[in-house]
């Protein structure tokens, strides 16, 4: 159990540490992109039940800039969005999108949990 948890605490780490150089070093629309597919990896199916409000809070981010970058999102058919509800239409769009702010932490996770799963 105690190799358990400190496989978490170095993925929580990682989490961390990747979250605060996306924070620091990418535009919203990058860091949106990367956060809709952190819970994409999270959730299942493609739709997601969140509002303009809650993705400023979690981006650190004035709500009109959500709604831009969101507009942007639609536009280029990576998403898809209706009044409270958004769907991931084109996952590797938004692969592209996050511009090398997603992957690492996710590939860390799965190298370590690859360990104690097998």
Known sequence: MRDFLLL??????VQTTSTAI???KYLVDARLARWLLMVDDLTRG????ITHELLSIMLGARRPYITAALRDLKNNNLIRSKRGQLTIIDRNGLIHLANGSYGMAE???????????G
Do not use: C, P
């Not at 978490?8 to 780490?13: G, R």
């Not at 493609?46 to 039940?49: A, F, G, R, S």
């Open 8 to 13: 978490y605490v170095q993925t929580l780490m």
């Open 22 to 24: 996306a924070n620091s």
């Open 46 to 49: 493609n739709d997601l039940i």
């Open 107 to 117: 590939k860390e996770y799965d190298r370590l949990f690859h360990q104690v799963i």
